[in-house]
């Protein structure tokens, strides 16, 4: 599952640097509209109006798949002094039940999202797409400045909440198999190890 785990940090780290880099650009383009310089007219024929709407939807979307990467590496906020008081076998319990507690609730997030989303415009995306029978379907609702169709942005909610399932999942079958939860090391930098190794 390497493979996943690159893929969900590529996309966290990709839907944050778009957002800073958007944000960036817009307020340096809102400065430099108000300077007098050869390039103002020029300047004033870019519309950035739909920066702030974009830089929402690229935090959310990160935000989502943050929140996997978050149970998947144990950097999630969690009140665990009582629990770490009970005899170990109570200890397992409790801890085994609240990840499946958390797999249950992502996965009934993700379920409810994937209907939203398929009634909110992707059926007919689909049924367009493949020229079926698009009797009694509506294309849906698109954002305000970007125009693009909401079921795309909010297939945030699904795909960011089957991956949440799946690592709590995940780490529940590791914690019954090896009774170690994932754990972060704020002084660990992920691959400096290998580089200091190289060198």
């Known amino acids: ?33 108000g300077v007098h310089t050869p390039l103002q007219d020029w300047l004033l024929t870019i ?9 929402i939807y690229l935090f959310v979307w990160m ?24 005899s170990e076998p109570r200890r397992k319990a409790f801890v ?8 249950v609730f992502t996965g009934i997030i993700a379920t409810m999202g994937a209907n939203f989303v398929w009634h ?31 079921w795309i942005i909010y297939m945030a909610i699904p795909l960011g909440s089957s991956l949440m399932c799946f690592r709590f999942i995940q780490v529940a079958w590791n914690f019954i198999h090896t009774g170690e939860l994932p754990h972060h090391d704020h002084g660990h930098v992920d691959g400096l190890e290998e580089e200091t190794n190289k060198a």
Request: avoid cysteine.
């Open 1 to 33: 599952m390497k493979w996943l785990d690159h893929l969900e940090e590529w996309l966290i780290t990709f839907f944050m640097g778009a957002a800073t880099l958007i944000i960036f650009f817009a307020v340096l383009h809102r400065y430099l509209v």
């Open 47 to 55: 519309d950035t109006s739909w920066a702030q709407e974009a830089t």
């Open 63 to 86: 935000a989502k798949f943050g929140a996997a990467y978050g149970v998947r590496t144990g950097i999630h906020v969690g009140v665990d002094v009582l629990i770490n008081q009970l």
């Open 96 to 103: 085994l039940f609240g990840l499946l507690a958390g797999a």
């Open 120 to 150: 909110n415009g992707a059926n007919w995306a689909f049924h367009h797409a493949f020229d079926l029978d698009m009797t009694d379907l509506i294309e849906g609702p698109t954002t305000p400045d970007l125009e693009w169709p909401t």
